[in-house]
């Protein structure tokens, strides 16, 4: 269990992250929603150890993360960047291979290959893995990274932005692989999202950040309020019941109530 | 590219190489142990062979290691200020000690090498517009102002001619004796095949080392320490080999991707047999002289690197 406290960071004088204190629930989907700038990203990386905090500590298992050896770390807890702008000419199979690296510090040994081919299969990549990742879309590639982080087999799962240039199709797939990751494989995920709707859909509690601050740290339900959703995004949001889902309407605050 | 038909090549070359020459040998010679032929071929020729092997293997390997670990395609010993670096650093051992033995001026030079490439590293860090193309410019200009002191203080102290020595590879001087501190390269190519998978972690970036599980900073300094260790082998034996370096580990990852562990092999026997070829080449071209090494290499590799440049747009 992942446990935030009174982490800060600043940028030169500006506050990015200020005193956020969160515990993260095992076995659940936990989305970080907000403005842009709001130090969602920020807040992910410190957790994730990318990032040295100012001040606060992120513990595992009640253990400050900086006393965790880092080879052991990463068997806990994995990390996707928004930014995967690689110019490795790596194949798939060998991309997801990698992810292995914690164990295997990259001699693949039969739990390995299998974990590989689990991870593959989750992903749907069979048909890709021996495609080299500059010649896949957009799309194909982000998979591929995300295949990497299941074989890396960590309890907990850090996402940031991974819907990003993702079209509906691939971005819904994505969450569902998420979901199933935590359903069927006792995961801990903890994403950072800009679409509200998947977040509402797929998440089952959301902590809400604005000027690096968390104003909201709750279930999905009770944070997809219009009230709620106002004081983050300081905008109207009509809340629907759909199916089962909550939708937020926030295209054009005009059309709400007709 | 199968690394058994690249080795059968290296194999056949290197026979071929070694009855190549000024003085006609035939295996027929060698069964007389005593005989001219049999000295020449055991004190010149065997090591000229050994020497452009163990600096074909290296100069390349050092160069997938700079690419791999800058993340940039057309970095390599040349095109970064290592090989300048290097030069600098025989300049400073020689002034320093009048008669510099071996040892001391491959140290001096290594902490040179050593700087100089950490320098340029720590300069890429600070650029912002991060271009495939500009990169390796701003490494150029920065062995070309090494390159200026070090020809500054060379013509003050009078040393020249002696520096030039080292601008010009060439293997026509390798004989028993002359380049032995070459074989310092095959531990150093045999530990960097044992860290080749961190080489290519760290090839992702820093976040995706940390993720991983890689200290970082630490991999990218052991890594360039390597690089460092076998430019200077080279540069004090051979002379420098420009570009080498740089169209052997684009060449392998064109055909076989950037998974070190898996081209590192490709790309050592490879360099090998580029070098062994360029060699061949210039001593039969204007037969019985013949033409630097680096000037073979110079002219054969600035034509495929310039391929490279043009091809980029579909890869890398």
Same mark, same amino acid.
């Given at each position: 269990?992942?446990? #935030?406290?009174?982490?800060?960071?600043?940028?030169?004088?500006?506050?990015?992250?200020?005193? #956020?204190? /969160?515990? /993260?629930?095992?076995?659940?989907?936990?989305?970080?929603?907000?403005?842009?700038?709001?130090?969602?990203?920020?807040?992910?990386?410190?957790?994730?150890?990318?990032?040295?905090?100012?001040?606060?500590?992120?513990?595992?298992?009640?253990?400050?993360?900086? $006393?965790? $050896?880092?080879?052991?770390?990463? $068997?806990?807890?994995?990390?996707?960047?928004?930014?995967?702008?690689?110019?490795?000419?790596?194949? #798939?199979?060998?991309?997801?291979? +990698?992810?292995? +690296?914690?164990?295997?510090?990259?001699?693949?040994?039969?739990?390995?290959?299998?974990?590989?081919?689990?991870?593959?299969?989750?992903?749907?990549?069979?048909?890709?893995?021996?495609?080299?990742?500059?010649?896949?879309?957009?799309?194909?590639? !982000?998979?591929?990274?995300?295949?990497? #982080?299941?074989?890396?087999?960590?309890?907990?799962?850090?996402?940031?932005?991974?819907?990003?240039?993702?079209?509906?199709?691939?971005?819904?797939?994505?969450?569902?692989?998420?979901?199933?990751?935590?359903?069927?494989?006792?995961?801990?995920?903890? /994403?950072?999202?800009?679409?509200?709707? +998947?977040?509402?859909?797929?998440?089952?509690?959301?902590?809400?950040?604005?000027?690096?601050?968390?104003?909201?740290?709750?279930?999905?339900?009770?944070? /997809?309020?219009?009230?709620?959703?106002?004081?983050?995004?300081?905008?109207?949001?009509?809340? !629907?019941?759909?199916?089962?889902?909550?939708?937020?309407?926030? +295209?054009?605050?005009?059309?709400?109530?007709? | 590219?199968?690394?058994?038909?690249?080795?059968?090549?290296?194999?056949?070359?290197?026979?071929?190489?070694?009855?190549?020459?000024?003085?006609? &040998?035939?295996?027929?010679?060698?069964? @007389?142990?005593?005989?001219? =032929?049999?000295?020449?071929?055991?004190?010149?020729?065997?090591?000229?062979?050994?020497?452009?092997?163990?600096?074909?293997?290296?100069?390349?390997?050092?160069?997938? &290691? *700079?690419?791999?670990?800058?993340?940039?395609?057309?970095?390599?010993?040349?095109?970064?200020?290592?090989?300048?670096?290097?030069?600098? %650093?025989?300049?400073?051992?020689?002034?320093?000690?009048?008669?510099?033995?071996?040892?001391?001026?491959?140290?001096?030079?290594?902490?040179?090498?050593?700087?100089?490439?950490?320098?340029?590293?720590?300069?890429?860090?600070? &650029?912002?517009?991060? @271009?495939?193309?500009? &990169?390796?410019?701003?490494?150029?200009?920065? %062995?070309?102002?090494?390159?200026?002191?070090?020809?500054?203080?060379?013509?003050?102290?009078?040393?020249?001619?002696?520096?030039?020595?080292?601008?010009?590879? @060439?293997?026509?001087?390798?004989?028993?004796?002359?380049?032995?501190?070459?074989?310092?390269?095959?531990?150093?190519?045999?530990?960097?095949?044992?860290?080749?998978?961190?080489?290519?972690?760290?090839?992702?970036?820093?976040?995706?080392?940390?993720?991983?599980?890689?200290?970082?900073?630490?991999?990218?300094?052991? %890594?360039?320490?390597?690089?460092?260790?076998?430019?200077?082998?080279?540069?004090?034996?051979?002379? *420098?080999?420009?570009?080498?370096?740089?169209?052997?580990?684009?060449?392998?990852?064109?055909?076989?991707? @950037?998974?070190?562990?898996?081209?590192?092999?490709?790309?050592?026997?490879? %360099?090998?047999?580029?070098?062994?070829?360029?060699?061949?080449?210039?001593?039969?071209?204007?037969?019985?002289? =013949?033409?630097?090494?680096?000037? *073979?290499?110079?002219?054969?590799?600035?034509?495929?690197?310039?391929?490279?440049?043009?091809?980029?747009?579909?890869?890398?």
């Amino acid at each position: 269990m992942i446990q #935030v406290r009174g982490l800060s960071k600043l940028y030169g004088k500006k506050v990015v992250v200020d005193q #956020v204190s /969160i515990d /993260i629930v095992p076995g659940t989907i936990t989305s970080f929603i907000g403005p842009n700038g709001a130090g969602k990203s920020t807040l992910l990386s410190m957790v994730s150890r990318l990032m040295d905090a100012d001040t606060g500590e992120v513990l595992l298992d009640k253990k400050n993360i900086k $006393k965790i $050896k880092s080879g052991e770390l990463s $068997k806990k807890v994995s990390i996707l960047k928004q930014s995967n702008q690689m110019n490795v000419r790596l194949t #798939v199979k060998e991309l997801v291979g +990698f992810g292995r +690296f914690p164990y295997s510090k990259g001699r693949l040994n039969d739990q390995d290959h299998a974990k590989v081919d689990e991870a593959l299969t989750y992903m749907d990549l069979h048909d890709l893995e021996d495609r080299y990742l500059d010649e896949l879309s957009g799309g194909q590639r !982000q998979r591929a990274f995300i295949a990497m #982080v299941i074989a890396q087999d960590t309890d907990t799962i850090l996402l940031d932005e991974p819907l990003n240039n993702l079209d509906m199709k691939h971005s819904v797939q994505i969450m569902k692989i998420l979901r199933r990751l935590v359903d069927e494989l006792g995961k801990t995920v903890v /994403i950072v999202l800009h679409d509200i709707n +998947f977040a509402s859909v797929y998440s089952d509690r959301i902590v809400a950040l604005k000027d690096g601050k968390v104003i909201k740290d709750g279930l999905t339900n009770d944070i /997809i309020q219009s009230t709620a959703l106002k004081e983050i995004y300081d905008m109207d949001i009509h809340v !629907q019941q759909l199916n089962n889902c909550r939708i937020c309407v926030y +295209f054009n605050s005009a059309l709400q109530g007709e | 590219m199968k690394i058994r038909i690249l080795i059968i090549g290296l194999v056949v070359l290197s026979i071929c190489s070694l009855f190549v020459g000024v003085s006609s &040998i035939t295996p027929m010679d060698l069964i @007389d142990y005593q005989s001219e =032929e049999t000295q020449i071929f055991l004190i010149s020729r065997l090591p000229r062979l050994v020497a452009i092997i163990l600096a074909g293997a290296g100069m390349s390997i050092a160069g997938l &290691i *700079m690419q791999s670990l800058s993340r940039n395609k057309f970095v390599s010993p040349t095109t970064a200020g290592t090989l300048d670096a290097t030069r600098l %650093g025989i300049l400073v051992s020689m002034l320093l000690f009048a008669n510099a033995s071996m040892l001391e001026k491959m140290t001096v030079a290594f902490v040179f090498a050593l700087a100089g490439t950490l320098l340029f590293m720590q300069i890429l860090n600070r &650029i912002k517009f991060k @271009d495939a193309i500009f &990169i390796p410019l701003v490494g150029l200009m920065f %062995g070309n102002i090494l390159s200026s002191i070090t020809t500054f203080f060379a013509y003050k102290a009078d040393v020249i001619q002696n520096m030039s020595a080292w601008l010009q590879g @060439d293997f026509s001087m390798m004989m028993k004796g002359r380049y032995e501190l070459l074989y310092i390269s095959i531990p150093v190519l045999i530990i960097a095949y044992l860290f080749a998978n961190r080489f290519t972690v760290a090839g992702m970036g820093e976040d995706f080392s940390k993720n991983l599980g890689i200290h970082y900073r630490r991999i990218v300094n052991f %890594g360039l320490i390597l690089v460092a260790l076998i430019t200077v082998t080279v540069v004090l034996t051979v002379g *420098m080999i420009p570009f080498l370096g740089l169209i052997i580990p684009n060449i392998v990852s064109i055909f076989k991707g @950037d998974h070190l562990e898996k081209t590192l092999p490709h790309t050592a026997l490879l %360099g090998a047999i580029f070098l062994l070829l360029c060699d061949m080449l210039g001593r039969v071209l204007i037969y019985p002289y =013949e033409i630097p090494i680096s000037l *073979m290499v110079g002219v054969i590799g600035s034509g495929i690197f310039l391929y490279l440049l043009f091809r980029r747009r579909a890869y890398a």
